[in-house]
């Protein structure tokens, strides 16, 4: 099977993004790996550019301040209907993800949802993350190396009790309806992500995960995860279905059959 190739409708922004980050990270880039949606799957109306970069060393506050400021302005908010997609940037040192170890620590994290902060000049510090043993799982299932070697080259393979972690603690992030007030769609499609991972130690785009579920939920919770993926396949706005009671017995429900798995 051909190695996926960057996909020519985000080749510009990738590499307008490269050069922000190589010109901040200078002298300690190792490597930029391209995963997620642009080549798994396909890009939808929303998807964002995920981008995992490492460096040698630990940047330091003002390399990262500078950074974030930076990709403001080659990335875009979703559905902003200018050339720009939004962007997903984590940096990681090599040597705080070689060898593996669990909880990894991400150096940054750049993303549409922390744009006010950014703007306000509100940064997050460098901090322990366990979606890092999903992503680099990613990153080696489904990447593409736009500087250094291939992930499977950069990255040691997660162990499976690692990843199992991993998944237990995103599901323990949506716990109340507070939790995902807001942001149901991306919420219940994420739940599937999970649910399909447990199941299968693979990731999935966001609408396979989805049509994997919809065969396995019973048909009270059938219309949620339809409408979830036909919103995130079109872009178009949520079904009303997308909250409320809805969404809670959903998660419930989901939370459930994913701790199952999970302790299997």
Known sequence: MAAPSLPAEIAQQVRVAQAVI??????TLLGVHLFGSALDGGLR??????????????PGDAARRALLRDLLEVSA?????????PLEVTVVAHGEVVPWRYPATRELQFGEWLRQDIEAGVFEGRM?????????TQVRQHGIALLGPPATACFEPVP???FIAALTDTVAQWRTESDWAGDERNVVLAMARVWYSAASGRI??????????????????????????????????????LGGAAVAAFMQYARTAVSKLLTE
């Open 22 to 27: 190589a010109r901040h990270l200078a002298g």
């Open 160 to 162: 499976r009790p690692d």
């Open 204 to 241: 999935a785009p966001k609408d396979v995960a989805a049509a994997w579920a919809l065969e396995r939920l019973p048909g009270a919770h059938r219309p949620l995860m339809a409408a979830a993926r036909a919103a995130y396949r079109s872009g178009g706005p949520d079904d009303p279905v």
């Open 77 to 85: 908010p979703p559905g902003s209907g200018g050339p720009w997609r």
């Open 128 to 136: 322990p993350d366990h979606d890092l043993a999903i992503l680099v």
């Open 45 to 58: 109306p929303l998807s964002d550019i995920d981008l995992l970069v490492t460096t040698r060393d630990v």
